[in-house]
């Protein structure tokens, strides 16, 4: 599965994604893009899922125009996405085109 990182989300989180092809928006070039361009462009790029911490995304955008799966990750902080890793991990697995999956957990 081909994968793009959002700006907020914590590049170590690739090295969890084994076995999938995971690219970030910074190393695209695409960091000045809008949410609605970003996701036509990496849909244009054949990334089948976008993993963002914009908690916002759902509202900003008509998700149902895009084909690409989204995954919305709780928070930014590594040390609290580290912990929940494995339910990440479980969310990229499962996740279906045009799927938008916010995770949640508690955090001390």
Same mark, same amino acid.
């Given at each position: 599965?081909?994968? @793009? ?7 170590? @989180?690739? /090295?969890?994604?084994?076995?999938? @092809? ?5 190393? =695209? =070039? #695409?960091?000045?893009? %809008? *949410? ?7 849909? *244009?790029?054949? &990334?089948?899922? &976008? +993993? ?11 998700? %149902?125009? /895009? =084909? +690409? ?8 902080? #590594?040390?609290?996405?580290?912990? /929940?890793? %494995? ?6 697995? %499962? +996740?279906?085109?045009?799927?938008? =999956?916010?995770?949640? #957990?508690?955090?001390?």
């Amino acid at each position: 599965m081909r994968v @793009l990182f959002d700006q907020g989300t914590p590049a170590p @989180l690739r /090295h969890q994604l084994t076995g999938h @092809l995971v690219e970030t928006v910074y190393e =695209r =070039r #695409w960091s000045t893009l %809008s *949410n609605g361009d970003l996701l036509t462009e990496a849909e *244009n790029a054949a &990334f089948d899922l &976008f +993993i963002t911490t914009d908690q916002n995304l759902r509202h900003q955008q008509d998700l %149902s125009r /895009h =084909r +690409i799966a989204i995954i919305v990750l709780p928070t930014t902080r #590594w040390p609290d996405i580290q912990r /929940h890793a %494995s339910q990440v991990v479980e969310a990229v697995a %499962s +996740i279906q085109p045009r799927e938008c =999956r916010e995770l949640t #957990w508690n955090t001390p």
